[in-house]
């Protein structure tokens, strides 16, 4: 039996994606489709496919005098088209709700970022606390998303594969007030 892998590939991308780089945001009612993966496939590689997703963040601080006195904050789940690809001759929509989930579970870091960035109180370390946030909040999400490929087996195993979209469901609606606007 051919073995079917995908492998996620995590992009952290803070500020730096380039103004005519083409993204798709996460939406709610918005899946991916394999038209969207528009890299070119790796060679020699077992992967049938390659989800290329990251958080980006950006943030604003006023200040009185020189104290902060508010602040605004932007995080958004992007993907990134040119940079995910897969192999046509392998794919299939099983594979392909794979990879939404590697999405998905971008979406919910970003959820759980939005929460902790509300909970903050301002103050004049306000740019440290909000760096520090982002940073943990891109290990814990490369965290899972290494745990998601590693018990599902890179989707082979079906069982924890439906395990995983349970919950990922699950802590999505969890921090459903903080979720993408669509």
């Not at 590689?45 to 902060?68: C, M, P, Q």
């Not at 088209?81 to 192999?87: A, L, R, T, V």
């Not at 392998?90 to 990879?99: G, M, W």
């Not at 870091?109 to 903050?120: D, F």
């Amino acid at each position: 039996m051919l073995q079917l892998k995908s492998i996620f590939l995590f992009l952290s991308i803070v500020l730096l994606s380039t103004s005519n780089e083409v993204t798709i945001s996460w939406r709610n009612n918005y899946k991916l489709s394999w038209e969207h993966f528009k890299g070119q496939p790796q060679k020699n590689t077992d992967a049938v496919a390659v989800t290329a997703s990251g958080i980006t963040f950006s943030y604003s601080l006023k200040h009185r005098n020189s104290e902060v006195i508010d602040f605004t904050a932007n995080v958004e789940a992007h993907f990134y088209p040119e940079k995910s690809w897969y192999i046509k001759e392998r794919a299939n929509q099983y594979i392909l709700a794979h990879e939404q989930l590697h999405f998905d579970i971008t979406e919910l870091h970003v959820r759980k970022l939005r929460h902790q960035i509300s909970q903050v109180k301002i103050n004049n370390f306000l740019k440290k606390t909000l760096d520090r946030l982002h940073q943990n909040s891109n290990e814990e999400l490369a965290k899972m998303q290494k745990l998601y490929d590693t018990e599902s087996h890179n989707s082979i195993n079906t069982e924890a594969q439906t395990k995983w979209q349970k919950f990922v469901a699950k802590e999505l609606e969890k921090y459903e007030a903080y979720k993408s606007a669509d």
